[in-house]
């Protein structure tokens, strides 16, 4: 779709010209020759050159109010869809992992919200919407397997368009403001005008794809012809619900995948990409560039000031380059994230089909479990509801360290357990630090290790003879091979002697205690 084909338009409607405002009177007039530098003729272009090729551009108001509409029937589209949303209830039971975080982000409300009253036996689509706001730890587990648990059902295609509606919105936002904030009651140059176009571009087609939303929903998802269902067996039924629910899986793995290209474009970079460049370079070009070209086209600039006239043209043909560049940008932009919608109303499609012919064949091949539970009064949607602005102060982003699971796995290897683990390298201990009630830094042994070694004065030799248990064995022979005597200062008499003993060689660790015993004579 083109909207830049000025003959068509101008022909159909002359809302976009005004042939009183528009000033031709300079066409029969002589070009102002003597008025231009030769020297830069063509370098910048002059006001024939834009009197004789006019720039096709859309009223500034006219583009407001077509992204005003846009927001608001995006907005509508989306309430729309959610109301229908609104009546799903999945029975939390469907898998273990469902079951737990859904209890997990019960037990997080409760301790935010003051809630007492025990978790439901369903997910509904309040406690979605909730998770969405929170996004703590067991928020973003619950959406994982709420939409695991949902991916084959004949209405999962609600949460993929859905997503799309509410990443429209995020852009839609970005683009108003820019429209209401940054640009003023009319256009203050020809960039603004080129920006504007590409805008007026984005609303019509996101309103498009707001509307195919709307026709998908009540479109039929397309069926098996019920003259073949009469015809296929219970075991033909079952060998192509297997086919049809692999297919599906396939299917949902490329709506996620680009879901997440979406959203990276949608949400993630809207708001740098416009603010930090689109907007950046519009104010820049307006403020500085567009003064200075003004002074250039209408003053003897190149004549009196030649110098800081080529210092201008540098100047301007590199910021007028750089806006070119940033509304390349969004063009290509615009056209990825078209693309990408494009494909996922074509995905969104086969999923229904698929999800349509595995509910078609659960007649007779497989049946298909029931995921539904029918609730009469949800009265916990009042709890989820009422949580909108706790969970911003207090329980966005946060998850309890005590709901981690599998605690007991060895995932980091540089902490010890409670119970078990091992030390694979040096540990250094502060001083006078105890274990167990032991100064690790002053603990006697052998020495061996690096500590200090046992003393003989650490021994207590009384404890060994008072063991009766203690019996070393006698030796077969003993003799003082030699011996010598000696005063030491003081009067003290000193032997030191060797002595030999024989010992059986069949024993090992042998131990001997030697009494010495002073006869007088």
Not at 353 to 370: D, E, I, T
Not at 432 to 450: E, M, P, Q, Y
């Amino acid at each position: 779709m083109s909207i830049n084909n000025l003959e068509s338009v101008t022909q159909a409607s002359d809302k976009f010209y005004d042939a009183e405002k528009t000033d031709v009177s300079f066409f029969d007039d002589n070009p102002p020759i003597n008025s231009m530098s030769q020297e830069y003729h063509g370098i910048l272009p002059y006001k024939t050159d834009y009197a004789l090729r006019p720039d096709y551009f859309i009223p500034l108001e006219s583009v407001k109010s077509g992204i005003l509409q846009t927001y608001s029937f995006i907005t509508e589209v989306k309430s729309d869809l959610e109301l229908l949303l609104s009546n799903v209830y999945i029975k939390s039971s469907l898998n273990p992992n469902l079951e737990e975080s859904h209890k997990k982000l019960w037990e997080e409300l409760k301790r935010y919200n003051q809630v007492k009253e025990p978790a439901a036996d369903y997910v509904s689509f309040s406690e979605y919407l909730y998770a969405e706001r929170s996004l703590s730890t067991s928020c973003r587990r619950l959406l994982e397997e709420y939409h695991r648990a949902i991916s084959q059902t004949s209405f999962s295609y609600l949460y993929d368009l859905r997503s799309l509606l509410s990443f429209m919105l995020n852009e839609a936002i970005c683009i108003k403001d820019i429209l209401l904030y940054k640009f003023g009651e009319d256009y203050e140059d020809d960039s603004q005008k080129q920006v504007a176009t590409e805008f007026d571009a984005w609303s019509k087609i996101a309103s498009q794809f707001a509307q195919r939303i709307r026709e998908t929903i009540i479109s039929s998802p397309g069926e098996i012809p019920l003259t073949e269902l009469d015809k296929i067996t219970k075991k033909q039924a079952v060998e192509f619900q297997a086919f049809f629910s692999i297919r599906l899986n396939a299917i949902h793995e490329e709506i996620s995948n680009i879901l997440n290209s979406l959203k990276r474009d949608y949400v993630d970079n809207c708001d740098v990409f416009y603010e930090r460049y689109l907007v950046q370079a519009l104010q820049f070009k307006k403020d500085i560039v567009s003064s200075m070209e003004v002074d250039f086209y209408t003053t003897s600039l190149s004549k009196e000031l030649p110098f800081l006239t080529d210092e201008l043209l540098i100047a301007t043909n590199v910021i007028n380059a750089n806006f070119g560049m940033v509304l390349s940008d969004l063009v290509q932009r615009n056209q990825i994230i078209n693309s990408n919608a494009d494909n996922l109303f074509k995905l969104v499609a086969t999923k229904r089909r698929y999800a349509n012919y595995l509910y078609q064949l659960s007649f007779k091949g497989q049946p298909k479990p029931v995921i539904i539970k029918t609730v009469k009064e949800d009265k916990y949607a009042s709890f989820f509801e009422s949580s909108f602005y706790t969970y911003r102060d207090e329980s966005d982003l946060i998850s309890n360290h005590a709901s981690l699971d599998n605690l007991l796995e060895d995932h980091h290897p540089q902490y010890l357990l409670k119970d078990g683990g091992m030390i694979t390298g040096n540990i250094s201990v502060e001083a006078n630090a105890k274990i167990d009630g032991v100064h690790l830094s002053t603990h006697s042994h052998s020495g061996a290790d690096g500590s200090e070694k046992i003393k003989a004065s650490d021994i207590d030799y009384s404890s060994v003879k008072e063991d009766s248990a203690v019996i070393p064995n006698k030796p077969s022979a003993i003799s003082v091979s030699q011996y010598t005597t000696d005063i030491i200062d003081g009067g003290v008499p000193v032997i030191d002697a060797i002595i030999d003993i024989e010992v059986d060689d069949s024993v090992v660790d042998q131990s001997h205690e030697i009494i010495i015993q002073v006869i007088e004579i």
